[in-house]
């Protein structure tokens, strides 16, 4: 049986199915109209096969989050096929989903869906093996991108116990419980701290350090940086500056044996500024600033800060200043360690394997490149487009990663799956002397493919964020199989 609860403002709070006789199943299809209710849900959903069987020796995470559970684009998870044949790995199922960047986050088997429907921003938890609904929760939202691109939410849920967070693009802010999809709390921030609309919307994911949410606000009289209660939601601290909301996510770093947390603020302003504060996660306490950012107005600091390790950290913009590290003395005091303004990366969070750093550096779609570094040194180790052809009806396409997105798999730190901005996805060996394809498939050609990958328990999750120009079909959230038989 389908329970709906309703809020006092009109709310979906809660929705699960429960077991109920057949007959009285059969009473509410004809007499109450249940079976409409329960198809506008499920209808969306496509099942095509169960998984293979899990690996007793596999190893296994969940992705609590944005970047996944170190939020550093890493897996620890083993035993993955990585070498799909051209019809790429096997889809499990697929659900139709609405505007938003957004990425799932999954723990203990229930995956977290957020995006814009119909009108509302939803937050839906469902079955991580099979996409089945358990609960969903939805309020009206009215917000319009002012560039044409997507109205739905850029940041993607935060898992953290046995509560989800969903900050949605007009800085509506929802905590609810994590099984069951019931309210703990609520603010509407962008109300609350006088947030404009910025270029973009909200987009910044929050960050969980300690019992505290934290989210670089951008709100008005310099409120630049907040964290809040996990339970209540209350605030615990504001740290002021003149340094506005990003689109990057606030990180945790260990900074001389000390917990910090790295903002990279600094969206729209005029003039335009921004760079990295480094803030004591306990207080809100500012320890240092370093400003590292486009004096273009139409410019956005999009891309996470690193911790290298050592004191370090690494920062990347693709308008004009390009890549540089940063080193920290026992004060907090930054000095520039090396810098390349021909490093530039978009937004994708750079990966980390050793000394070497990887990322796709490139503001537009042309002319993007992976490149490789020694982060101690600065040195560039090597630079190029990863490239391949694809047969289509009879017809060679020369297709590459472009401002793709790469997530490093496994435990020997050259394993990473790759998925380029127009639905391209594939496996790759990636070292000091260059890349090599493993395997490549086409799962859609839709643009806006700007979604890392979730991965958890040898299941991968993506996200195509606009219309299969092929096929025709919606937005969809994908569930394919990387278990080894």
């Not at 099979?130 to 939410?153: A, E, H, I, K, Q």
Request: glycine share 10%; hydrophobic share 35%.
């Amino acid at each position: 049986m389908l329970r709906i609860q309703i809020d006092e403002c009109g709310c979906i709070v809660e929705t699960r199915f429960m077991k109920i006789d057949r007959a009285v199943f059969i009473f509410l299809v004809l007499h109450t109209g249940f079976l409409a209710a329960k198809t506008q849900v499920d209808s969306r959903l496509q099942f095509h096969q169960v998984p293979n069987s899990l690996s007793t020796t596999a190893i296994v995470e969940d992705w609590p989050r944005f970047n996944g559970a170190k939020d550093d684009a890493c897996s620890a998870e083993t035993n993955l096929d990585l070498s799909w044949s051209k019809n790429g790995p096997t889809l499990l199922w697929e659900v139709e989903k609405g505007d938003g960047y957004s990425s799932p986050a999954v723990k203990n088997g229930i995956l977290v869906l957020f995006h814009r429907l119909e009108g509302k921003e939803t937050i839906e938890g469902r079955d991580a093996e099979n996409g089945n609904l358990l609960w969903t929760y939805s309020y009206p939202v009215d917000y319009r991108d002012r560039y044409g691109y997507l109205n739905g939410p850029r940041a993607s849920p935060v898992i953290q116990g046995n509560l989800v967070y969903a900050l949605g693009v007009t800085a509506w802010l929802t905590c609810l419980e994590f099984k069951t999809g019931k309210v703990v709390w609520k603010r509407n921030l962008r109300k609350e701290f006088g947030i404009p609309q910025n270029f973009f919307g909200k987009g910044s994911n929050p960050l969980a350090v300690g019992d505290c949410l934290v989210i670089n606000i951008g709100g008005s009289n310099n409120r630049s940086v907040i964290g809040l209660d996990f339970k209540s939601g209350q605030t615990k601290w504001v740290t002021l500056d003149e340094w506005g909301a990003s689109y990057s996510s606030p990180r945790i770093a260990k900074i001389h044996n000390r917990e910090v947390i790295l903002v990279f603020a600094g969206g729209e302003s005029r003039p335009p500024n921004g760079g990295l504060i480094v803030i004591d996660p306990r207080d809100g306490k500012k320890l240092s600033r370093f400003p590292w950012r486009s004096k273009s107005y139409e410019s956005v600091n999009a891309v996470p800060p690193v911790p290298l390790g050592n004191n370090r950290v690494y920062l990347s913009e693709c308008y004009e200043k390009g890549s540089v590290v940063l080193s920290f003395d026992p004060n907090f005091n930054a000095s520039i360690l090396w810098e390349n303004s021909d490093l530039n990366i978009h937004w994708m969070t750079p990966v980390t394997s050793g000394t070497l750093l990887y990322g796709i550096s490139g503001r537009h779609q042309r002319g993007a490149q992976l490149f490789c570094i020694d982060h101690g040194k600065g040195e560039l180790l090597w630079r190029e487009p990863v490239s391949w052809t694809h047969q289509m009806d009879g017809r060679t396409l020369q297709l590459q990663l472009f401002r793709g997105s790469i997530l490093k798999v496994g435990t020997t730190g050259e394993d990473f799956i790759g998925l380029s901005e127009l639905g391209s996805l594939v496996s790759m060996k990636l070292s000091s002397k260059g890349w090599k394809l493993e395997a490549q498939t086409q799962l859609f050609f839709s643009s806006g493919t700007w979604t890392l990958p979730a991965l958890s328990r040898g299941m991968l999750y993506i996200m195509q964020n606009e219309v299969d120009r092929i096929t025709g079909k919606g937005s969809r959230l994908l569930c394919y199989d990387l278990r080894k038989k």
